[in-house]
């Protein structure tokens, strides 16, 4: 059976994750399981890296990922697009928002069209479209 993470840093996940549903205008996943796994992933990863990496993607080398924000939850996508890989931060049907989304970016071709019912809140990276972008292709992750 896989090591368990600390308490304090699951802990320090829920709460989070708490908070920034409320801050961006998203709720966790209605599937049972998901809200859970995906805090132990991050859990995990603050106990092993000091940092909540997001634990739903594959890196080369998660120490070196770690120097980049990108994928520090809440990640570039949550906060540029509002957009979570990993359905921890959804709508009230469960699905990721997608309306900010490039067209061709994987979340609309999986999911199509998912529109934003809390516009107003969310989004702190708004302007930084274009340099994530760049980066997408520039350092694939
Ligand atoms: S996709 Fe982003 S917001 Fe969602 S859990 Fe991973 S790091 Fe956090």
């Known amino acids: 059976m896989p090591e368990m993470p600390s308490e304090q840093s699951i802990r320090k996940m ?51 990922e770690v120097t980049h924000r990108t994928w520090i939850c809440a990640c570039d996508d949550m906060q540029i697009y509002k957009y979570c890989h990993c359905l921890l931060f959804v709508n009230k049907d469960g699905l990721p928002i997608t309306e900010y989304l490039p067209e061709n970016h994987e979340g609309r071709k999986i999911y199509g069209l998912v529109k934003d019912e809390i516009p107003e809140k969310g989004r702190a990276l708004r302007d930084k479209g274009q340099e994530r972008e760049e980066e997408r292709i520039s350092r694939p992750s």
Not at 19 to 39: A, D, F, L, M, N
Not at 48 to 63: A, S, V
């Open 14 to 64: 829920r709460v989070f994750v708490e908070k920034y549903c409320e801050k961006s205008g998203t709720t966790v996943s209605p599937v049972e399981g998901v809200t859970e796994q995906v805090i132990l992933g991050l859990a995990k990863n603050v106990d092993e890296l000091g940092r909540p990496l997001c634990p739903c993607r594959f890196y080369p080398d998660k120490k070196e």
